[in-house]
């Protein structure tokens, strides 16, 4: 299984130090006790190992599943908890067959950084009444629980609690900066324990007594009448275990060369992992990034690493249960507060924050949501607002520039004017003919009868670049159809991304209005995997009417130059009549004579 077996062996048994005060403080948080905790460690954590698609992941209680699962608690009870983990397994599968996993890609940067932030400060709420030594207040609002907690405590104050807290997690942040490679966490907790024992200090509450033992795998919690009530926080929590599995996943193999996760087998480890803990009285599991960061950073290399830790904390399960009973809850709140710290990235919130202003956007509103409301919907307002932002950026991202008429590849004219959509006036621009300077490095257009003589004031032509989108379009193009005093326009599409229904409509309107006016739209370089929206709107029907659409800007240039010649407008000598192209009849481009050559036939 493993290249370096001694390396993950030291690492497992590392992660497994590590665990035990976190595995302990997420069961008590949870509402269901330290056993839950550890049951979930040792079962999940295993089948997560076996299973998973990541060969560094650590699973177990976490404190984003804790936060979730306290409301759960409160209005369903521990029965129901463990009812919405079974679901939430079976989700998981069903997403793993999905081939659901690889959608953790599109989820944006900011909107986990503001996740993460709101879980920490979620988690840091919770540990309020333990750290205080008051028994938690009621309610399911973490922030009114937190206040209640404070009240309580103003009203008695049991300063030996806090004071264990705050040495604890003290202890925890200024050792992680000093020596990095030393568990702070079990070195705190056991100090804790001491000085609790030695000098006999009765306002720490310890954890109590735990089963020496894992309980024998059980149903007797399945009420199947109230499966139906439980499918909503089934969801969320499956939700939040694929999430945080994957987010884990993907931080481990950023940590490492050469290692790659599944994302879909990991979504089914965690799926069979939530399956079976809630028969060991476990609660709902996921990967763990901390946890995960400290297998890698000890040198792990495969799943040894992660077995060797839930073995390790089964062996504390069944032989050291008395000693772990004895550990107080104020400093099981020091260890949770001190990781809720360290979730977040200062340097990280910092550089979204200054990216750019959707970036902050949508870290506050995460993180408030968070906060205020629960973590799905926070996810899933993060990921809406993100999407509406990313939208208006991409339809930004839609112009429409003059250029030059013939030219296929040549940059706009020096002090050539770009248009965007809420440009006002398009109408009486300057248009290209025979006088335009050549380019440097361009061949003057020789097909069609003559150069560009013969064209000036007829012919203008517009490149549109960008997205032709339901977000844009009509900004972009529909102030097009207002051109007047010209008689062709060639639309140059060769820099169009995308087309949708919309866009497709918006063209057809564009064009629609300018052959109101007598105007002969022409367009060139429509790509193949556009002409489907066209031809669904009959956009591209109308453009090839009468010949109007052509590969190229130079060819559409030349049968510009052809139309005005037939028109009476240019000839091949370069002289301009006073004629026109008149308004399409029956799809048709009608030569309208002028006066003179009238009366002289």
Known sequence: MARAPR?????????????????????????????????TAVVAGALAAVFGGSNLQVSGPTGAMTVVLVPIVAEYG?????????MAGGLLIVLALLRAGRSMRYVPAPVVEGFTFGIACVIALQQIPNALGVAAPE??????????????????PNWTALAITVGVAGLMLAGARLLPGVPFSVVAVVAATLAVQLFDLDGATPIGALPAGLPAPSLGFLDVSAVGSLVAPAVAVAALAALESLLSATVADGMTTGQKHDP???????????????????????????RTAVNVRTGAGSRLAALTHAAVLAVIVFAAAPLVSRIPLAALAGVLLATAVRMVEVGALRAMARATRSDAVVLVLTAAATLVLDLV??????????????LRAVAAE?????????????????????????????????????????????????????ELAGTAGQVVA?????????????????????????????????RVTTVDATGALALKDTVHRLNGRGIVVLASGIRPDQRRALESVGALELLRREGREYATASEAFGAARERLAVAGVARGDGAVAAAGVGPARGGRDVPVAAPAEEAAR
């Open 7 to 39: 390396r993950d062996l030291l690492a497992g048994l590392t992660v497994a130090i590590v665990a035990l005060p976190l595995a302990l403080g997420f069961g008590v948080a949870s509402g269901l006790g330290a056993e839950a905790g550890l049951a």
């Open 78 to 86: 521990p029965g129901g908890v463990l009812t919405v983990g079974l």
């Open 139 to 156: 309610g399911d609002k973490v922030l009114v629980v937190a206040w209640r907690a404070v009240e309580e405590f103003a009203g008695g």
């Open 264 to 290: 879909d087998r990991e979504l089914f480890g965690q799926g069979i992992a939530n399956l079976a803990a809630p028969l060991f009285g476990g609660v709902p599991a996921t990967a763990a990034i901390a």
């Open 377 to 390: 919907l926070a996810v899933v307002i993060g990921l809406a607002v993100a999407g509406l932002l990313a």
């Open 398 to 450: 839609a112009r429409v520039d003059r250029v030059h008429p013939y030219d296929d590849g040549v940059p706009e004219l020096p002090g050539a004017q770009t248009y965007g959509g809420d440009v006002p006036e398009l109408p009486g621009t300057q248009t290209y003919g025979g006088d335009v300077p050549e380019l440097p490095g361009t061949e003057p257009y020789r097909g069609g009868g003559g």
């Open 462 to 494: 517009y490149r549109v670049e960008g997205p032709l989108f339901f977000a844009g379009a009509h900004r972009s193009l529909l102030e097009l159809g207002e051109i007047s005093g010209v008689r062709v326009v060639i639309l140059r599409m060769c």
